[in-house]
């Protein structure tokens, strides 16, 4: 049949039959299913429950499985999650209920039981998917009682009841319940007769079952999200903590009225003092003066390690515009509970789309401040935060495919993302340096350098780097603390984090903060005649990510039940990233807030 040209009678059929059957599946999405409509249900993985990274597939346990198991095509980020949804043996028909039917009858060997009792013991639980929805219970039950005789009782789940609420057409929630049903017990050798299990020649035979009961729900499928958000499998540690941000905004609104009001008097006094001679160029101000008005010839004198610094303040600027695109993704709902890695896969494409911003941060700044090796300055900020990423990404991944967890990448991922860098991240901040040092202006100094550097006076110990250092990080700590709980309990467990509003408004308290503290500790600088002023001001309120990695150490002590080589080893690798992106984004701010501060004391001076 030729279809090219004129369009044969054939060739219409076949198109509209196509059209047809396009229509039809479009339509069947927009309808839902009709009674008796198959409805596939996905095994997932399986865990310890207190390691919420520490995650195998669902058929690396002696289970019911198909003879040849068929995996669902995934996203990257259900990939980047650790998911390896597979279809299972379940039969589930909509809206029709099953009483105790027959899975699989499984003959295990001894050493698959102490498979079985070795992931009991450890809390293991299970992840089932069934139209976008997760689906968790436990594989077992353990038991312990008694201390003279001590009792230790390991049982398996044999039987599952699968609970259905739909509202019309189409499937609302559903979870997993084994009340009323008694577990297998799982004892130590293979020996003796259990409960009406057949037992012998070191084997134990066990039968799987199922029932599947559908409930009406008056709730609309545009809002089955919230059924999932109330559901408590796991504990429930996020609530709307509106008196804790409260108490944070109060304490920061008077924290910024008090230094914007001290500094704004102090400048007062200071304008007053410095500008009482209306004539003179600015390099023939009085020399007997102190403060900051006297090392005016130094103070826009250039760091060492230019290219370093701008490195930093690029790829700060990038992370601020990664954050920002996220937080408002999400107040803007496109982040659904129901979509599996949803923020995983735009922090990735957003990240790769914001590296020309960082490349043109960095390259205009590095221009500015006579920068001569521009091609070394953009292949360090290229590399100034990828590097860490791919060393620690390379240990926790290499950690966990030698313990066979699903958290690690399949090598078509991995070459996914390194395509994703090299085609898309790095080409884009070359293109944002190039861009950068061809529109980058001269340096705006209000005053001229002159060559011979100023010495500078002994500081007390107060005004040390170290001491800065800790007065800038911890007060933008203390800022976000009380928000920065239940963000780890979002990253490090199994909430879904829906309080973008809340989150949006610490972000912002977290800037203003580190801003205002940056500036305040800038100018005490100055007034000692102490002029390095540029690393001072990224190294002062950067210090927040020590405080946050600090942090992260307590809420693994303390606030959490993680435990293993594998899980340990994620949680404190990316806690390190997670410090170090903290640094690189409100060391960022700190300088661009310091250089704007500097610029307007020393141009407010009258001068000819």
Not at 161 to 173: H, L
Not at 183 to 201: D, R
Not at 251 to 264: E, K, S, T
């Amino acid at each position: 049949m030729q279809c090219g040209g004129f369009l044969t009678s054939d060739c219409q059929k076949t198109m509209r039959l196509h059209c047809i059957l396009v229509l039809s599946s479009f339509l069947g999405l927009i309808l839902g299913y009709k009674q008796g409509d198959n409805l596939t249900l996905y095994v997932n993985k399986v865990g310890p429950y207190h390691n919420p990274q520490e995650t195998y597939h669902y058929y690396t346990l002696p289970v019911c499985r198909p003879e040849k198991v068929h995996h669902k095509s995934l996203s990257l980020g259900e990939v980047l999650d650790g998911d390896r949804m597979a279809e299972s043996l379940y039969h589930i028909r909509f809206r029709e209920n099953v009483e105790k039917k027959t899975l699989c009858q499984l003959i295990l060997s001894e050493k698959q039981v102490d498979q079985l009792r070795e992931a009991i013991e450890e809390l293991y639980y299970f992840e089932f998917v069934l139209d976008d929805i997760p689906i968790w219970g436990f594989v077992g039950y353990i038991e312990e009682s008694g201390f003279l005789p001590h009792s230790h009782k390991v049982g398996l789940w044999t039987h599952l009841d699968f609970n259905i609420e739909y509202n019309g057409n189409s499937v609302i929630f559903a979870n997993v319940s084994v009340k009323d049903v008694k577990p297998v017990p799982l004892e130590e050798g293979v020996g003796a007769a259990v409960g009406g299990v057949g037992l012998g020649g070191g084997s134990l035979t066990v039968t799987h079952t199922y029932s599947v009961h559908w409930f009406d729900s008056s709730l609309p499928h545009a809002r089955r999200a919230e059924r999932l958000r109330d559901y408590s499998f796991f504990p429930k540690t996020l609530e709307i903590h509106w008196l804790s941000i409260i108490n944070s905004l109060v304490l920061v609104v008077l924290l910024l009225g008090f230094v914007i009001i001290i500094l704004m008097r102090v400048l007062k006094n200071d304008f007053a003092r410095y500008n009482v001679e209306e004539e003179g160029a600015c390099d023939d101000l009085d020399q007997g003066d102190n403060g900051w008005k006297i090392i005016h010839t130094d103070v826009f004198r250039f760091p060492p390690y230019k290219s370093l610094l701008c490195a930093v303040l690029g790829v700060g600027a990038q992370f601020l515009t990664l954050a920002t695109g996220i937080i408002v993704m999400a107040l803007l709902g496109m982040f659904n509970v129901h979509h599996h890695g949803a923020i995983n896969s735009a922090a990735i494409v957003l990240y790769a789309l914001t590296s020309c911003v960082s490349g043109y941060v960095s390259g205009s700044f590095y221009t500015q401040i006579s920068g001569q090796r521009w091609v070394w300055n953009i292949i360090l900020t290229s590399s100034l935060f990828s590097a860490p990423l791919f060393l620690t990404w390379s240990i926790v991944n290499s950690i966990h495919w030698w313990s066979g967890s699903t958290q690690a990448l399949p090598a078509t991922t991995v070459l996914l993302l390194l395509g994703a860098w090299m085609l898309v991240g790095f080409p884009l901040t070359v293109i944002g340096g190039i861009v950068g040092k061809n529109r980058a202006g001269s340096f705006q100094a209000p005053c001229r350098t002159r060559n011979i550097p100023r010495q500078i006076p002994t500081q007390p110990w107060y005004k040390h780097t170290a001491v800065h250092m800790s007065i800038g990080g911890f007060l933008p700590f203390s800022a976000i603390s009380v928000e920065l709980y239940y963000i780890f309990a979002t990253v490090w467990g199994r909430e879904h984090y829906t309080l973008y509003g809340i989150l949006l408004c610490v972000f912002a308290i977290l800037l203003s903060v580190g801003a205002c503290i940056s500036v305040a500790l800038t100018y005490f600088l100055l007034s000692g005649e102490d002029y390095r002023w540029w690393w001072r001001s990224v190294l002062s309120t950067g210090s927040t990510g020590l405080f946050i990695f600090v942090y992260s150490v307590f809420y693994y002590r303390n606030r959490s039940s993680m435990s293993g080589l594998v899980q340990t080893t994620e949680f404190f690798g990316y806690s390190l990233l997670t410090a170090l992106v903290f640094s690189l984004m409100l060391g960022s701010v700190s300088f661009w807030a310091s250089l704007a501060f500097i610029r307007y004391i020393y141009r407010s001076l009258k001068m000819d």
